[in-house]
């Protein structure tokens, strides 16, 4: 039993170490955009889509018309996901992605950039 409950300690340390080091990662990755735009006319926005199993985070910078200035895509298991450029959706338009937020079959990217649009007309009126 004593084994068992060492066992126990040690796992939920670990895991609370790993979640220290994502998070530390991802202040730095917002810390390292949001300095990069600063001073520019351009909105950074980040949206969270759940899936069964995992998640997925899209951060993007968009001008003041909705067009995708840069987007970054971190999904997969916490602690071994790290933000990747996604190149296809620059230029995009957020409108584009309007009527996407309800459809459960969209892909959770696409998911991410209609909430973001819906925040963004949100933030307008």
Known sequence: ???????????????SLLSIVQVKYYQSFIKRITTEQAGTEYEFYTEVVKGKVLRTIVAVVVDTDGKV??????????????FKEEQSYRGV????????KKEKK???????LSQIY????????
């Open 106 to 112: 969209a892909p959770h990217i696409e998911r991410a």
């Open 93 to 100: 338009q957020l409108v584009s992605y309007s009527t996407l």
């Open 69 to 82: 200035i840069q987007c970054y895509i971190c999904k997969g298991l916490t602690i071994f996901a790290r």
């Open 118 to 125: 819906t925040r963004k007309l949100e933030a307008v009126t």
């Open 1 to 15: 039993m004593n084994g068992l409950m060492i066992i126990l300690i040690v796992l939920m340390l670990s895991q």
